[in-house]
């Protein structure tokens, strides 16, 4: 008979993960940098009680809590928060979330998707309602005729990469072996859900004390097959115009430096995703920026012509093909170096399953001597020094610009300007949803791999304010800048007090535009005329909400939130803001409240995202953008 300590399940759940690490390359780290929380009856005294008690004992000496508790706001925000730690410490870290039963845990359901679509880990524990059924229909249980077994829980199920409900005990070292094993499967993981009943939380078990000995997870690096790199190779070296998509995996596997040595190599130009930016930083020679819906002329001019495309790292997103649109050579060939066999076929390509940054070592070695040539390089100069001047103009706007602007209004790309120019080189700029994450990819200079952070996977309103806390909770080094949209603020405000409470230093960046600057002018451009997007009230006489502007203010409502607001109107105060920002050492938020003028775009680059139009209307402006859409339904690539 082996040991045993007696222990409830939520003392066992919390004592396990407090001895998790994983490791890569040979490095360890904490797994688990800590829980956040919201407690409510489902919790409160089941995984609340056993983090109390794993936290008493470090009580007012220096110690290592295993899994300190932080109280969030928000259940949603809290995967937010999570995942935002977890992304900028490369996957190899991140939080676990608490919740109640019923709203607490559903409210989660939204952090899952995001966490999920991005392959970023995260753990949830949402609290269900008893497995006994004792005292059923308990506060906030769904009852289901049909289904006696259903809970609000089982909403996690398409949006987990690994679900399970502890109903037992006995079920628990498997349901949280498997946890681990998924969190830490770079082609598997995302959200991790374990379902824990009230009842069960409280419940204790003799468990053999094996299960909380400690456990480092290895985060695997699979090489490529010798014989795919070689096809792969023999591809490359058959194409005159090659370019490299470089996505989320070159950051997550750590191949920026293996990327580099492979453009320097062979001279290949290299576009990024959302996700990618930053493979290769702001002024190196090959770098011709965001391509797709979002890119950049260059990136989009390159892409259009090329004859290989090598996808590192990438999913294929609609924004990254421009709805496949971007491609046209009717030839044009796809190489896909993914851990993941999912993404590694896409687009018909030829797949090659491996971590980046072991493939693209491997394709380097395998394309020695092979360069473009020296016209194609000359082409991809000249396009990206044609697209940074664009840039330049828009960080700079000149006086036929600014003088038509209202007073105490600045643009959007100037805002971008100022920040990118005033920011140290390694502080993160972070965005979600809204009209930035486009202008960011375009005109965003990246000066440091782990400086851009833009979530375009869910573009999820209200994900900034909560990921800048995960940011800053995983590299006190950086100043974060979230840059969040006033409908994106007021989405999820209230991690603000999260950051007040826990003293962590986040710069926001509130962009008053008054109302949707973006889904505003994808509206007008799909003929529907900016329909419901200003925030202005209902007019008495219309009865539309075309009325005057709504008196809502977002810095006030930020400071009784206890950010530390500066408000700016003119770009000399927004710049002197910044510094203000970096220079204080305020613990805590501090938000930049700044107008801009919604009408004032960034440079285009002719790429189209695919959003249907009405096929019949009553209105002229809706018929004649379903003509324009058809023109560009005929340039869509069949589906591969
Ligand atoms: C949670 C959520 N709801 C709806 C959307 C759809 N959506 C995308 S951008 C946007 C408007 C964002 O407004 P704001 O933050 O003010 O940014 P702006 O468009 O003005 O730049 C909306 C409603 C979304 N992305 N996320
Ligand atoms: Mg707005």
Redesign the pocket.
């Known amino acids: 008979m082996s040991d045993t300590v007696r222990l409830t399940v939520a003392q066992a759940v919390v004592r396990f993960l407090g001895q998790q690490w994983s490791e890569r390359d040979g490095e360890r780290q904490r797994l688990f940098a800590g829980c956040l929380g919201i407690f409510g009856h489902g919790n409160v005294a089941g995984v609340g009680q056993a983090l109390l008690q794993q936290e008493l004992p470090f009580d007012g000496r220096e110690g290592d809590n295993p899994l300190p508790y932080v109280l969030a706001r928000n259940e949603q925000a809290m995967v937010h928060t999570a995942v935002g730690y977890a992304r900028q410490r490369d996957r190899l870290q991140t939080w676990v979330c608490t919740a109640s039963v019923g709203p607490g845990s559903t409210n989660m359901l939204?952090g899952a998707a995001l966490a999920t679509i991005n392959r970023i880990p995260v753990l949830l524990l949402p609290s269900g309602t008893f497995a006994t059924r004792v005292s059923s229909p308990v506060l906030q249980e769904l009852e289901q005729p049909y289904a006696a077994d259903v809970t609000v829980n089982d909403a996690f199920r398409p949006l987990s990469r690994f679900f399970d409900r502890v109903n037992r005990p006995e079920q628990l070292p498997s349901a949280l072996l498997g946890a681990m094993r998924t969190l830490t499967d770079p082609v598997e993981t995302g959200a991790v859900t374990l379902a824990l009943p009230q009842d069960v939380q409280a419940e204790a078990f003799d468990w053999p004390v094996e299960l909380f000995a400690e456990r480092t997870w290895h985060i695997a690096r699979p090489p490529a097959e010798a014989a795919r790199i070689a096809a792969a190779a023999e591809v490359i070296r058959s194409a005159e115009r090659p370019l490299l998509v470089a996505g989320g995996g070159v950051h997550y596997s750590g191949a920026e430096e293996a990327l580099a040595a492979f453009c320097d190599a062979t001279g290949i130009p290299v576009a990024e995703t959302q996700a990618g930016k930053g493979s290769l930083l702001h002024g190196h020679p090959q770098l011709v920026g965001a391509i797709g819906s979002t890119g950049t002329t260059a990136a989009n001019a390159l892409a259009a012509e090329a004859d290989v495309v090598i996808g590192v790292g990438t999913r294929w997103s609609d924004f990254t093909t421009a709805s496949r649109t971007a491609f046209r050579d009717n030839g044009v060939r796809f190489v896909n170096l993914n851990v993941a066999p999912v993404d590694a076929g896409k687009q018909g390509g030829l797949s090659v399953v491996a971590d980046a940054r072991e493939a693209l070592a491997a394709l380097t070695a395998a394309l020695v001597g092979h360069v473009v040539d020296d016209e194609y390089r000359g082409r991809q100069a000249q396009l990206w020094s044609d697209w940074d001047e664009q840039v330049e103009d828009t960080y700079h706007p000149g006086d036929e610009v600014t003088s038509a602007l209202a007073a105490g209004l600045l643009t959007?790309g100037e805002v971008l300007g100022v920040v990118n120019e005033l920011s140290d080189p390694r502080d993160v700029v972070l965005c979600a949803?809204?009209?930035?994450p486009g202008d960011l990819h375009k005109l965003w200079r990246v000066r440091d791999r782990k400086g851009y952070h833009v979530e375009y996977g869910y573009?999820?309103?209200?994900y900034e304010i909560p990921a800048a806390i995960g940011v800053r909770l995983a590299d006190e080094t950086r100043d974060v800048f979230a840059m969040?949209?006033?409908?994106?603020?007021l989405?999820m405000p209230t991690e603000l007090v999260t950051a007040v409470q826990e003293r962590v230093r986040i710069i926001v960046v509130l962009?008053q535009?008054q109302?949707?600057?973006?889904?505003?002018s994808l509206s007008e451009s799909l003929g529907s005329q900016r329909f419901g997007?200003r925030y202005r009230y209902r007019d008495d006489t219309s009865g539309r909400l075309d009325g005057g502007p709504l008196p809502v203010d977002l810095a006030a409502n930020a400071r009784s939130l206890g950010a530390h607001v500066i408000e700016v109107g003119s770009r000399a105060e927004l710049e002197a803001a910044v510094k203000e920002a970096k220079a204080s050492d305020h613990a805590g938020p501090v938000v930049i409240h700044v107008q801009t003028d919604?009408t004032v775009h960034a440079p285009d680059s002719g790429s189209w995202w695919d959003v249907p139009v009405a096929e019949v209307s009553e209105l002229e402006t809706t018929r004649a953008a379903h003509a324009a859409y058809l023109v560009h339904k005929g340039d869509q690539r069949p589906l591969i």
């Open positions: 939204t959007q949803a809204g009209s930035m573009s999820c309103m209200g969040v949209g006033d409908g994106g603020y989405m962009v535009n109302g949707f600057h973006s889904i505003g997007t919604p």
